[in-house]
């Protein structure tokens, strides 16, 4: 293999390990929302720290690779998504820290029809689902998985926008269950903004391999209406 | 990991060329299979300092050296080593591919029949080995006794480091290996010196930094005679010491 594709592959395998390191993240952040495990919470909050050990660890390679190989064309675009992946893939890590900080506050599991009315468990298991096929997406250089993932956003944004009239009936029914409310709702909050990274970074695997600008594209759709 | 040992050293060494200073106070320790690249503008003294360490330059007039050169520890300069006897340890390629005017064969084992070594079948076996190192065997196993002068440019360049390895040196000199090659040949060379690191310490002088950033491990910045930065090659294209470095680096020179 050529030196400057025995390069890029260790680029992508790191990427692909920090990928790894997140999702279990995000499904630790989803179990210790359903036990209300303070314990997994805490380890959850302390394990952000090696996500952000390959934030650093990647951007330096890319800095590298760049001052080394002056990457050209469908390389130069490769390592340019590695950089923005990167920066999503750390801030999904930062999103379910966050969760894991709200779990905190949960005194005991949810109440089941909390769970029911919000959808918040299929919202976060859908959200974890795209993220794992982003993966695919990426590994396998496949922007047409990737723009499935753009169409699937869409879902839990349906969700979230129908959240706050949900919990805020939930809260007027039972007005002893607040904090727990606004920890659910803050959680949904959270697991949207999941969606929206995973859409970022499907757009960046289509630049990748398609040499296509994708991002935007709805807002420019908006301002013609 | 192993700590590499370091395979070539200069210590406090100037050069002249009658009165004028070419090298001033080197110091420098190069590992073992390891590329280092010399970089700089022209007259800096990069190749001036490449060719010391096989002692290309002792036939210069007025050419002189203080201080010592080190190959594995051992002073080349010393009344007591033989030069012919360096070079079979120190092979060096040229700027200009330099074929003999002779078949493909003859140019590969001319070290080893100057050497004395007339058995058919080792030169053979020496020939395919280097040819098939220097990435060569497949396009010219055919025509082995075919004219060296007939091959492209590259190919002529790739048969000089196959005529280079033959007589199993442990250093490689390249100065300018691939500057008057096309680009395809010369992403086959920069791809060579990456596999023969493995088994050669690589000293490279080019004017392409981007050469040196692809292929060295270290990179040497030298200016009027003088080593400026010498570090890992990463170092030196994402953050060098010297402003000096810098410029020359992003283009930016004078």
Known sequence: MPHIDVELEKLKTKLLEMWDLVEYQLQSGHDAMLQADQELAKQIIKRDRKVNQFDVKIDRMCENFFALFTPVAVDLRMVLAVLKINANLERIGDTAEGIARFVKKLDAPVSEPLLEMTKVVPMYEEAIAMFADCRVAFKTNDPVLAKTLIKRDRALDKIYRKSDTIVTKFMADNPEKISEALAVLSIIKKVERVGDQVTNIAEEIIFYREAKVVKHKQDKKKKKD | ?254
Request: aromatic residues 10%; neutral net charge; charged residues 25%.
């Open chain 2, 1 to 254: 990991m192993n700590k590499k040992t370091t395979k070539l050293e200069a210590k406090e060494l100037n050069a002249y060329y009658g009165d004028f200073h070419a090298l001033k106070s080197i110091n420098i320790a190069m590992e073992e299979k390891n590329v280092t690249a010399f970089i700089g503008p022209s007259g800096c003294g990069k190749s001036t300092f490449l060719r010391t360490f096989n002692r290309m330059n002792d036939y210069i007039d007025g050419f002189r050296t203080e201080g010592d050169i080190l190959l594995d520890g051992r002073d080349i300069y010393a009344k007591d080593v033989r030069v012919d006897e360096l070079r079979k340890e120190v092979g060096m390629v040229f700027q200009k591919p330099n074929p003999f005017p002779k078949s493909i064969f003859e140019n590969v084992v001319y070290g080893l029949k100057i050497q004395g070594i007339k058995n058919k079948s080792v030169l053979e076996e020496a020939a395919e080995k280097s040819l098939r190192r220097s990435a060569l065997w497949e396009e010219v196993k055919d025509k082995l006794n075919q004219s060296a002068l007939a091959l492209s440019g590259g190919q002529q360049q790739r048969l000089c480091i196959a005529r280079a390895l033959a007589i199993s040196p442990s250093v490689l000199l390249m100065d300018e290996p691939a500057s008057a090659l096309d680009p395809l040949s010369t992403a086959k060379i920069e791809e060579l010196i990456y596999e023969l690191k493995s088994e050669y310490t690589i000293v490279i002088v080019t004017h392409n930094m981007q050469q040196a950033g692809r292929v060295s491990d270290h990179t040497a910045f030298f200016y009027m005679g003088e080593l400026v930065e010498f570090s890992k090659t990463k170092t030196m294209f994402t953050s060098p010491q010297d402003n000096r470095t810098q410029n020359y680096i992003t283009g930016r020179f004078g």
